[in-house]
């Protein structure tokens, strides 16, 4: 078990992908640290009101370069007009669908990137990493809840550049042992902010459950669609680990804190509750917040879906000293909140 130490000192953090709807958060809780960030994001899937927004929950600024990391050497320049003590990386393209329909625009996007982003840090003395991989890498599990252990099958080409990109920080940590870099595994980011301020706002039609419930409920959508019946769950829905956006914001803080006093040769740690809820609850649990119904079919399964995946947290708890702290409750009253205050997403800002 690590020791980490109550002693914080702030450190000066690029953030890549932080103006999106996990970067946005953990940028507000990096700060609540004390320690100074600084934004990169191409804002392809984001938008810079989200950064605004964060600011001024936080009562900081935060810089936004403008930069994409497939420009290599627009990544170097960023290196070498100032120093920073470590890198949050959250930037990728990251729809399940859109990967398996243009496979060569994610490799090129997270794969290229990511090894620019390594080259940069190696070349200037960057050594500190936290990553935001998936549980898309265990694919179809043999049993749940899902352990750091468990085999990896991705299943799509998304889950494989996050497994490449895994690969890719281990092999850079093998090779110079004073790289220290902790990989956090999500399993299912809802919520929002409480203050609804900021929160998931996707562009077109929502690849995930819970905006998908918050824009029906809201009237931008007609009736949701759930995917089987069938499954052998509590009630035939399929059953996932939903995690609050704000825990999960958290555990990035926690995990540059902890690689500030300890050396991780690229650990990972799943990022969950351990509590499985299937789309029919997690659709009660919205309703019951929101005070609003969400209509709601019961189509054929996806191929690729499974019955049920959740964590085992327990890793987290030992290495970093984070467990997540809210439930279904308050991840559907918050994403309603974000969802009923910002209708049309940022664009009504």
């Not at 100074?36 to 810079?48: E, F, G, H, K, T």
């Not at 399929?238 to 956006?245: A, E, F, K, N, P």
Request: net charge negative.
């Amino acid at each position: 078990m690590t020791i980490i130490s109550n002693k914080i000192n702030a450190m000066k953090i690029l953030v890549t992908g932080g103006a999106g709807y996990i970067g946005s958060h953990s940028c507000i809780e990096l700060a609540a640290s004390n320690h100074q960030v600084v934004i990169l994001d191409n804002l392809c899937n984001a938008s810079p009101f989200s950064v605004a927004r964060a600011e001024k929950l936080a009562e900081t600024r935060f810089r936004l370069l403008q930069v994409d990391l497939r420009d290599a050497q627009a990544v170097h320049q960023v290196f070498e007009r100032e120093r920073f003590d470590a890198v949050v990386h959250f930037a990728a393209l990251k729809a399940v669908g859109e990967s398996v329909e243009q496979p060569l625009d994610y490799f090129d996007n997270n794969v290229g990137g990511s090894i620019h982003l390594l080259q940069a840090m190696r070349a200037h003395g960057c050594k500190r990493l936290v990553f935001s991989s998936s549980a898309t890498v265990y694919g179809n599990p043999d049993s749940v809840p899902v352990n750091e252990d468990a085999p990896l099958r991705v299943t799509n080409p998304y889950g494989r550049t996050k497994l490449m990109m895994e690969d890719m920080i281990r092999d850079t940590c093998a090779a110079d042992p004073e790289f220290s870099a902790i990989l956090l595994r999500y399993f299912n980011p809802v919520g929002a902010h409480p203050s609804g301020e900021i929160g998931e706002d996707p562009r077109g039609i929502p690849n995930n459950l819970m905006p998908y419930i918050c824009q029906v409920a809201v009237g931008r959508r007609e009736c949701l669609s759930v995917f089987g019946g069938d499954w052998p769950t509590v009630d035939g829905t399929g059953v996932r680990d939903y995690i609050h956006v704000v825990d999960l914001a958290r555990a990035h803080a926690h995990a540059i804190n902890t690689l500030e006093h300890a050396h991780h040769a690229a650990t990972t740690l799943n990022l969950g509750t351990g509590q499985g809820v299937s789309v029919l609850q997690l659709v009660r649990a919205f309703e019951q917040a929101s005070g609003r119904k969400v209509p709601y079919e019961i189509v054929a399964r996806r191929a690729g879906d499974v019955a049920e995946v959740y964590a085992d947290p327990q890793r987290a708890r030992d290495v970093i000293g984070w467990q997540a702290t809210r439930g279904v409750d308050a991840m559907c009253a918050d994403a309603w909140r974000w969802q009923s205050q910002n209708p049309d997403g940022y664009i009504s800002a």
